[in-house]
């Protein structure tokens, strides 16, 4: 069974930093993408940044230049340093990733999400 645990979420000043974690545990073999999506309260979940297994990078406008994603493809392990945090960017952050082979299945995962808050 594959599951995916975040760590790293928390509460933070507006201007201040964090640095999120997820690692991708079980029977894996390859994962094509990793990445973050996010929820605030009463809004759509929305795509981050996402590291594909080939190094590019896909962010959301709102955090180019601000957050950073990597991956270390061994350890099956992504992060997402975010810079400059802002108020509005408060919400759930979700671990994803995308088309897992793993016990001779192919699938997509998520994990349960880690709590950012940044204060004004």
């Known amino acids: 069974q594959v599951q995916l645990v975040e760590s790293g979420g928390g509460l933070v000043q507006a201007g201040g930093s964090l640095n999120l974690s997820c690692v991708a545990s079980?029977?894996?073999?390859?994962?094509?993408?990793m990445g973050w999506y996010r929820q605030a309260p009463g809004k759509q979940r929305e795509l981050v940044a996402l590291a594909t297994s080939i190094g590019r990078t896909i962010y959301a406008d709102s955090v180019k230049g601000r957050f950073t994603i990597s991956r270390d493809k061994a350890k099956n392990t992504v992060y997402l340093q975010m810079n400059s945090l802002k108020p509005e960017e408060t919400a759930v952050y979700y671990c994803?990733?995308?088309?897992?082979?793993?016990?001779?299945?192919?699938?997509?995962?998520w994990g349960q999400g880690t709590q950012v808050t940044v204060s004004s």
């Open positions: 994803y990733a995308e088309s897992v082979y793993a016990d001779y299945e192919l699938g997509d995962y």
């Open positions: 079980g029977n894996i073999l390859t994962i094509d993408a």
